[in-house]
């Protein structure tokens, strides 16, 4: 499904379109980037498509630091195993 596609059905589902929350991935589910075999350029493209879309964006726990985590527990990667944090 394309972006326009998306934010089309959007528009046509919801009664006040603005007040939908909209993030690219989550603890809940496979990882944005595990989805796309790591590819940051898709990564950063859907994280500014968050920001850019009429609604609330939402940057769940991990995607600040790109996890890539699969199926659970997976997708539930620990914060401070990254090493950059530490």
Known sequence: MEIGDVLREMNE???VPTLAGNF????DFPRFLHD??????AYEA?????FAAPGMPIVYYGSEQGFEGGEDPWNRED???NPALR
Do not use: E, I, P
Request: proline share 0%; glycine share 4%; net charge neutral.
């Open 13 to 15: 589902s919801f009664a």
């Open 24 to 27: 690219a991935d989550s603890h």
């Open 36 to 41: 796309v075999d790591g590819n940051r350029r």
């Open 46 to 50: 859907a994280l500014a498509t968050v």
């Open 79 to 81: 914060m401070f195993a």
